[in-house]
């Protein structure tokens, strides 16, 4: 509230002047509580990516997110009930991701793990680390996330195959696994790839590269088959033009 509005304000008496402050101040106040709310969240999600949840501390979080600790326990109780927050937070972010893979056969169209988490973690970056904690670590959290991934990846292949998009497998659960394993890859060893390769593979530009690779294989194959002349077998010998050779000339 400016000074203008205050001096413009309506002759209503001094109650009426006073309600409407307070009224100013509170929605300032609550505004300000869910920023630090917010930004409690956000410092506990990059530290427990970063050092694990037993390796972070509740001072450790407030110094991130640059509040007390006393204001850390007064958004979220205990950093027992903040880790709770953020899973289920987690929990959110995948299902609606899963929707989308869900979705993708009915619409004619396909989508992979990593395309969608590309997709959301350009507008919530920080899950991307948090993900990869819980996946890596192994614990309920960890397991039930794989399992819900497992489960719709596998539930969208069966309807792609059902539309004849993709062949019958011999081994459909290792299948699935393989696939979204290779998926995860992406989040997992995001640093490593991104070091060989030059790319960052969950950004748009890079996801398109990977993703055109990653096509070629699953569509055209690695291995050569025996009965297929390779690339050496098809071209010309050095110096050999295409005429008859100086034997079949003489």
Same mark, same amino acid.
């Given at each position: ?8 304000? %309506?002759?209503?008496? $001094? ?75 987690? !929990?959110?972010?995948?299902?609606? =991701? ?6 993708? $056969? ?14 959301? @973690? ?15 670590? &192994?614990? %309920?959290?960890? =397991? ?10 596998? *539930? ?11 062949? %019958? ?7 699935? !696994? ?6 995860? *890859?992406?989040?997992? @060893? ?7 390769? &030059?790319?960052?593979? @969950? ?17 055209? &194959? ?7 002349? &390779?690339?050496?077998?098809?071209? $010309? ?14």
């Amino acid at each position: 509230m400016t000074v203008c509005q205050v001096v413009s304000w %309506p002759a209503r008496g $001094p109650l009426d002047l006073a309600v409407h402050l307070f009224n100013n101040l509170n929605v300032s106040s609550v505004r300000a509580d869910q920023t630090a709310a917010a930004a409690i969240r956000i410092a506990a999600l990059e530290l427990f990516a970063e050092r694990g949840y037993s390796g972070v501390t509740i001072r450790q979080i407030a110094a991130a997110a640059g509040v007390s600790p006393a204001l850390v326990i007064h958004h979220y109780r205990s950093k027992e009930k903040l880790r709770a927050v953020l899973e289920e937070r987690v !929990a959110a972010f995948v299902e609606s =991701m899963l929707a989308d893979l869900a979705r993708a $056969p009915d619409e004619g169209g396909s989508a992979s793990v990593a395309e969608l988490f590309a997709d959301r @973690l350009e507008r919530e970056p920080a899950m991307a680390g948090y993900v990869r904690r819980l996946l890596v670590d &192994g614990g %309920p959290a960890g =397991m039930a996330l794989y399992r819900r991934l497992f489960e719709v990846t596998q *539930a969208s292949l069966g309807a792609m195959e059902q539309a004849g998009v993709v062949r %019958p497998a011999q081994d459909e659960p290792v299948r699935s !696994a393989f696939l979204l394993s290779n998926d995860l *890859a992406l989040l997992l @060893l995001h640093q490593p790839i991104t070091q060989v390769t &030059g790319i960052d593979p @969950l950004a748009r530009d890079g996801l398109a590269r990977w993703a055109a690779a990653a096509f070629d294989i699953y569509a055209n &194959g690695l291995f050569i088959s025996a009965a297929s002349p &390779g690339p050496a077998e098809d071209m $010309p010998a050095k110096g050999d033009r295409g005429g008859a050779t100086s034997d079949e000339r003489h």
